[in-house]
Antibody
């Protein structure tokens, strides 16, 4: 079954850390760029970070740069997001998403998403 | 950083045409993708590269992009089309992906 399953969310105090995981199955994980996208309660989508398939490049949204670290273990088909120095504004659902074209010859889009894992930063 | 601007909620009657815009600086030079998100669900791409429709997406969904505005058009709107719609581009200046703020579509 082709799917992405996130885990690791929960309630954490401001300033603490949390590590999210995204387990991929049913496709060749190591050949795809992978992203984290978050959504604050009642708000829109916010791109968080990307890691290329070979792990050579990573990019972060300005709002998380220096605090969050994206990584992957291609041998275990898993994407990670290490979140440090968490703030209240980091609260939301965190989705992992696969990057791939959806039409022949098309640009990459986020063609597959997990169901998300909820992170709540509160004292 | 690159900013995408989407309008306030859009409401249409069933069978009518809904148009959702996405504004950005010279957005016509970028590939714009559109996602539909229903409550409690993950987003789904409905239009890619301005006007391409992925497999399984009804022909009622179409897109255009020129100048400073990209537009998602939904013809013969159905109740099942209700949800939030987001435009997205890749900013090649920063290697960042950008989403618009989203537009809620209500089918009256």
């Amino acid at each position: 079954q082709v799917q992405l399953v996130e885990s690791g969310g929960g309630v954490v105090q401001p300033g603490r850390s949390l590590r999210l995981s995204c387990a991929a199955s049913g496709f060749s994980f190591s050949t795809y760029g992978m992203h984290w996208v978050r959504q604050a309660p009642g708000k829109g989508l916010e791109w968080v970070a990307v890691m290329w398939s070979d792990g050579a490049n990573k990019y972060y949204a300005d709002s998380v740069k220096g605090r969050f670290v994206i990584s992957r273990d291609n041998s275990k088909n898993t994407l990670f997001l290490q979140m440090n120095s968490l703030r209240a504004e980091d609260t939301g659902i965190y989705f992992c998403a696969r990057e791939s074209p959806v039409t022949e010859g098309g640009s990459d889009v986020f063609d597959m998403w997990g169901q998300g894992t909820m992170v709540t930063v509160s004292s | 950083s690159y900013v995408l601007t989407q309008p306030s909620p859009v409401s249409v009657a069933p069978g009518q045409t809904a148009r959702i815009t996405c504004g950005g600086d010279n957005i016509g030079s970028k590939a714009v993708h559109w996602y539909q998100q229903k409550p409690g669900q993950a987003p789904v791409v409905v239009v890619s590269d301005d006007s391409d429709r992925p497999s399984g997406i009804p022909e009622r969904f179409s897109g255009s992009n020129s100048g400073s505005t990209a537009t998602l058009t939904i013809s013969r709107v159905e109740v099942g089309d209700e949800g939030d719609y987001y435009c997205q581009v890749w900013d090649d200046n920063t290697d960042h992906w950008v989403f618009g703020g989203g537009t809620k579509l209500t089918v009256l």
